[in-house]
T-cell receptor
Framework: QKEVEQNSGPLSVPEGAIASLNCTYS??????FFWYRQYSGKSPELIMS????GDKEDGRFTAQLNKASQYVSLLIRDSQPSDSATYLC???????????FGAGTRLTVKP | DGGITQSPKYLFRKEGQNVTLSCEQN?????MYWYRQDPGQGLRLIYY???????QKGDIAEGYSVSREKKESFPLTVTSAQKNPTAFYLC???????????FGDGTRLSIL
């Protein structure tokens, strides 16, 4: 079982729709969870951090965390073509010394 | 502006050659990391360092070496022992521990 798993996609949504990206992790002791956006050929940029169960909203983005189910998700409301990118889920394992990344989900928002 | 600077942006390695990728940060972050990304894949950890003069191997350290003589700098050497070095190399830093990492712009390494 991979430490951090994401659906590789590609996920395609029409402009204005809600995009839902999912991630599961294996280390039950993980405490910190992050979503990064990576445009093609560029480095990842942090878009959301979440540390406790529940929802965290920032503009059009909502991160959801359920530690009991070892599941973290990212919702993008009113999706725009500029949201087209690969979204990486990252988890800090219980040793808190490094970060584990999923393989990423490629999102395409069609005008 | 605070940030992470990686150089060069593109690098070519000849057979049997060692090459060094530079990573400098002026964010006053304690922790620094090196990742490798292959096309269509996620990030794999090569080495990380939590403090000066100390570093730990990640999942794919074989064929790579690092040093951390200064807080601001964490260079990565790709040795000739790394037989498949073609990849996108990313350096990151964080305050410490569980805090989010911030990335440099990356170095693309190819074999001549």
């Amino acid at each position: 079982q991979k430490e951090v798993e994401q659906n590789s996609g590609p996920l395609s949504v029409p402009e204005g729709a809600i995009a839902s990206l999912n991630c599961t992790y294996s280390d039950r002791g993980s405490q910190s969870f992050f979503w990064y956006r990576q445009y093609s050929g560029k480095s990842p940029e942090l878009i959301m951090s979440i540390y406790s169960n529940g929802d965290k909203e920032d503009g059009r983005f909502t991160a959801q965390l359920n530690k009991a189910s070892q599941y973290v998700s990212l919702l993008i409301r009113d999706s725009q073509p500029s949201d087209s990118a690969t979204y990486l889920c990252a988890v800090t394992p219980s040793n808190n010394n490094d970060m584990r990344f999923g393989a990423g989900t490629r999102l395409t928002v069609k005008p | 502006d605070g940030g992470i600077t990686q150089s060069p942006k593109y690098l070519f390695r000849k057979e049997g050659q060692n090459v060094t990728l530079s990573c400098e940060q002026n964010l006053n972050h304690d922790a620094m990391y090196w990742y490798r990304q292959d096309p269509g894949q996620g990030l794999r950890l090569i080495y990380y360092s939590q403090i000066v003069n100390d570093f730990q191997k990640g999942d794919i350290a074989e064929g790579y070496s690092v040093s951390r003589e200064k807080k601001e700098s964490f260079p990565l050497t790709v040795t000739s022992a790394q037989k498949n070095p073609t990849a996108f190399y990313l350096c990151a830093s964080s305050i410490t521990g569980p805090w989010p990492q911030h990335f440099g712009d990356g170095t693309r390494l190819s074999i001549l």
